[in-house]
């Protein structure tokens, strides 16, 4: 993905959320974090854009100018917010998915299976169009874009769309629906970990922090519910 940085990589996120039980501050990135984009960002390897409502044309054009540089530029897009001005074109489309196919052969997505794509129910996702873009599924939810020694990277995968919910007849969350859940979080995680990304907790797949999220916001948990896999 990228031919001079450093391991690990010197990381910014730029977001609008940085709440403690948000899905960004969840991964508990090694990284500089800021909410708008008012100086020359060249200084780092890779850009993190989440939880993001809109970015201005000074921002977008800042943003560009680091990956034209080299640097990589990681978005979780969410077609609410409106984030538009990319150097090429692009579009977002809702979308529900209940499992994807790897099909490109790449490091970036080493370390992740066809497994990590099957969700069992169908979930909310992004899908991600770009003119010569580079999916590394056969839905295009992950998608890469070279620009100029740098690249752009999309996943339209969000957290927040993959938590479970009480439904129907059910008085319980499964195991199940929250293991789907941190699938997301283990795709992303996996994702950054091949750009470079450091984090400041050994595994952010299944922390603490995240598990007592969890317990505390679905208290119906039944992990009998597994062996209705």
């Known amino acids: 993905l990228h031919g001079t940085v450093n391991l690990p990589a010197k990381s910014l996120v730029l977001t609008d959320n940085v709440d403690e039980e948000s899905y960004i501050s969840q991964f508990n990135i090694d990284s500089d974090i800021i909410h708008t984009i008012d100086s020359n ?3 780092y390897d890779v850009l993190i854009i989440a939880g993001k409502n809109g970015l201005t044309d000074d921002e977008m054009a800042r943003i560009t100018m680091f990956a ?3 640097g990589i530029v990681f978005i979780i897009p969410d ?3 409106g984030v538009s001005g990319f150097p090429f074109s692009v579009t977002f489309e809702n979308g529900r998915i209940f499992k994807s196919l790897i099909t490109a052969d790449t490091h970036f997505i080493s370390g992740l299976g066809n497994s990590d794509f099957y969700f069992r129910t ?3 996702v992004t899908f991600i169009n770009i003119e010569d873009g580079e999916s590394v599924l056969d839905i295009p939810v992950i998608v890469s874009k070279r620009y100029g020694p740098g690249k752009f990277v999309f996943c339209g995968i969000n957290p927040d769309n993959f ?3 009480i439904a129907n007849a ?5 195991f199940i629906d929250y293991y789907t859940h941190h699938k997301a979080f283990r795709i992303i995680n996996q994702l950054l970990k091949n750009c470079g990304v450091a984090f400041k907790t050994e595994s952010v797949f299944y922390p603490t ?3 007592q999220l969890y317990m505390k916001d679905f208290p119906a948990y039944d992990v009998n519910a597994f062996h209705n896999w």
């Open 170 to 174: 059910r008085d319980y969350i499964s």
């Open 209 to 211: 922090s995240m598990r």
């Open 68 to 70: 034209n540089q080299g």
């Open 79 to 81: 077609t609410s917010t």
């Open 122 to 124: 169908l979930k909310d």
């Open 163 to 165: 938590k479970p919910v």
């Open 41 to 43: 960002i060249t200084g």
